[in-house]
Structure formats: structure tokens, C-alpha cells
């Protein structure tokens, strides 16, 4: 650990600057699980509205390096109302809490205008955001409890902040577990999974034999050795038979495709995107 404290210095040093005054980030209210920092001072999810100030996606120290930051930030800046929400898979820097955008504005434009000693504006991507509320769904049907090590990835839903309303991350989190439930009233082992800016509908829980793995050269051009790539194969019949009866990709609600154009960006092909296989210990 002392080599991350030794690059946190840095980084904070580098970037926050920690002199002045003044006040990255996707937009999610987290997975399902652990959502709120132990020990920090999360929303309880009441309505309203905060600044986020940075996204952590770190897989190992996530919540250390937001931590870090929150210190940092409250003694070198001298900013209160700073809090953590720390999930499985992400950490997100918050500031303040208010019951309107206009009332969060004048924060907004202090963590925008803050420059490091450097000049960087550390905080260029902050956004006014709802207060994150607590996670959606039973956790029983979390993939995270999916006791196998593959399952089948049918449905995805994505937030997206400029369509007209809005698609927050509580409306495609409540549309995953949905979809999760009624796969479950169908007779399916359906479970849901909730990242920094999807929610995921997988299907199924298989062993490690379920798929084969194997490294396969690619050519490269202009150059004498090929790239190993890992390639997967499913070899387990039911898994096999799972996928092709949903072997569609849903993509909020509706069916998604691939879309392969050529040099004069002309489309050429367009494919339905299929449903594949993921690594349960992803959701972990």
C-alpha cells in the first residue's frame, strides 16, 4: 500500500492543487449492494439534487481513492457537505445536498471554476445530479449471489441523461429488476446486476466446464508474430440451448443491432446484436 499513498500524493497534489478556494464523472446511483461508504455521511435518499465532483472506477481501490479525495478536498479546500457513496464496482465523490437545480448551481460553478496549482480544472466534468438513493431490487436475485461462475447477459439498460425525459439511473435500474421479475414469474433463473451507468438481465448459472477457453493466434499486419487472443466456446447443451432461445440483445427494452459501415460511412450490414456469456465474479 505504500506505493498507492506515495501516487495519491501526487495525483492530489497534481491535480486538486489543495491551495485556494473553489468548490470526471458518469452519473450512477450505484449496484446493487453496499451502496452507501460505511462510516461516511451518504444521503438516506431523500428527493433532491447534489454536485458530482468525480467518478472512481479503480477495480481494487475505488472507495480508498474517493476517500482519499474527500479528505483532501475538506482540509486542503476547506469544502463541507463533501460525501462518498461507495459501490461494488465504482465510487462516486458527491457535494452537498439541495431541493433544486438552481439551488445547486452557485456549487456547481465553484467546483467548475477551481484550478489546481497547475492550472488544471480538476473538476471541468462535475455535473448537478439527483441525491443517489438506496439500490433497487431484492437482493437475493442480485448476480452477485449467482452461485455459478457464467451466465447469460439477455438485457441491458442504459441511462441516458439527454433523451426527453430523462432515463436516470432509477428508471433503468427499476426496468432491470422488472424484467428480472417477470423472467422469474416465466420459470427462468433471471438475475440483475447495477454498474456506474447500466443495469444488466442475465439469465442462468453455470459451472466453469460450462465454457471452453482457448488462446488463438491473430495475424497482425506488418508484423512477423501473431497476437494471442482468448477466444470462448460453450459447450454445455443447456447453456447452448439457453442462448438460442434468447439469442437477441435487448437494449433498453428494444432490440439493438450491429451496424458495420464502409470508408464513406455508407451502412453496409446491419446485424442484431446476440446475447452472450459473461463472468459472474464481474458483479462481484
Keep these: 500500500m505504500q506505493w498507492y499513498r506515495w501516487a495519491m500524493g501526487l495525483v492530489l497534489l497534481a491535480g486538486v492543487g489543495l491551495a485556494g478556494c473553489g468548490g470526471e464523472g458518469g452519473v450512477s446511483t450505484g449496484p446493487g449492494g453496499g451502496l452507501f461508504a460505511r462510516g461516511q455521511d451518504a444521503p438516506s435518499g431523500e428527493g433532491g439534487f447534489t454536485v458530482l465532483l468525480m467518478h472512481f472506477n479503480d477495480p481494487l481501490m475505488h472507495a480508498q481513492m474517493a476517500r482519499d479525495y474527500r479528505r ?7 469544502w463541507r457537505g463533501v460525501f462518498v457513496v461507495v459501490a461494488d464496482d465504482h465510487s462516486e465523490l458527491f457535494w452537498g445536498r439541495f431541493h433544486s437545480p438552481a439551488q445547486a448551481a452557485p456549487t456547481l ?5 477551481h484550478r489546481a496549482a497547475n492550472g488544471l480544472p480538476v473538476f471541468a466534468k462535475a455535473m448537478i445530479v439527483p441525491l443517489p438513493s438506496p439500490p433497487v431490487g431484492p437482493p437475493d436475485w442480485a448476480l452477485k449471489n449467482n452461485p455459478g461462475t457464467y451466465s447469460l447477459l439477455v438485457a441491458l439498460y442504459k441511462s441516458d441523461w439527454t433523451a426527453k425525459p430523462p432515463y436516470r439511473d432509477a428508471d433503468r435500474q427499476n426496468d432491470a429488476v422488472l424484467h428480472c421479475q417477470q423472467l422469474r414469474e416465466q420459470g427462468h433463473e433471471a438475475w440483475y446486476h447495477h454498474g456506474a451507468s447500466a443495469s444488466s438481465v442475465t439469465i442462468g448459472s453455470f459451472g466453469r466446464d460450462a465454457v471452453r477457453l482457448e488462446l488463438k493466434p491473430v495475424p497482425q499486419p506488418n508484423q512477423n508474430e501473431p497476437v494471442f487472443a482468448e477466444t470462448s466456446t460453450i459447450v454445455d447443451p443447456r447453456l447452448e440451448a439457453l442462448q438460442q432461445q434468447f439469442d437477441k440483445l435487448a437494449v ?13 460511412g455508407r451502412q453496409v450490414e446491419r446485424t442484431p446484436e446476440r446475447t452472450y456469456v459473461i463472468r459472474v465474479e464481474q458483479a462481484r
Design 252 to 264: 433498453n427494452g428494444r432490440e439493438s443491432f450491429m451496424v458495420t459501415r464502409d470508408a464513406q
Design 109 to 113: 460553478r465553484k467546483a467548475k471554476a
Design 72 to 78: 483532501r478536498v475538506e482540509e486542503g479546500l476547506g
